[in-house]
């Protein structure tokens, strides 16, 4: 008996030895999982003029004339389909017709730039269809011309912006 009570003090002794130390334990718990990058690359936007916006003749001590966006002037959109756009005319003071040295009668001002898309119903965006195509127009108000205006060919370039919303 006394040789099974030292042999079993010897297991438990050992035993206590194992739980005591790590060798049982186990890593920290610990899990992995893979997620995915993506990305979606859409068409640029492109504009293209494709009918200027034309006053017409005016004779000295004319009042003011304004032309609409549908029969103004007129740009040509391409980018990805079904997508809004914003658009951007110049600002009042922004734009001014010149002839000769850009003198003394020799200026007029175009003001009160707006615009309307054929492919949106409001007034401040288009709309691609679905090819990714669309058109505008864009109108404004040419000034009174005074009784002393130099007569001559009046030109001046505006800058129309469009982005993506």
Known sequence: MK?????????????SFFVGS???????????????????????????????????????????????PVTGGQFSVVGEG??????TVPADGTVI???????????IAVDTFSY???????GSSGL?????????GVGAVRAALGASQAPGSYTATYTVTIIYQ
Do not use: C
């Not at 079904?82 to 658009?87: D, E, G, H, Q, S």
């Not at 309307?116 to 409001?122: E, K, L, R, V």
């Not at 691609?128 to 505008?136: A, E, M, V």
């Open 128 to 136: 691609l269809n679905g090819p990714g195509l669309d058109t505008f």
């Open 116 to 122: 309307w898309s054929n492919g949106a119903s409001s």
């Open 82 to 87: 079904l997508r809004a756009y914003n658009i």
């Open 97 to 107: 017709m010149t002839t000769g040295a850009g003198g003394t009668n020799e200026t």
């Open 3 to 15: 040789v099974i009570k030292k042999m079993f003090v010897f297991i438990a002794m050992a035993g």
């Open 22 to 68: 790590n060798a049982f334990a186990q890593g920290g718990n610990s899990a992995s999982d893979t997620g995915t990058a993506t990305a979606s690359v859409i068409a640029s936007l492109s504009l293209t003029n494709t009918a200027d916006l034309a006053f017409g003749e005016g004779i000295q001590g004319d009042a003011s004339l304004a032309v609409g």
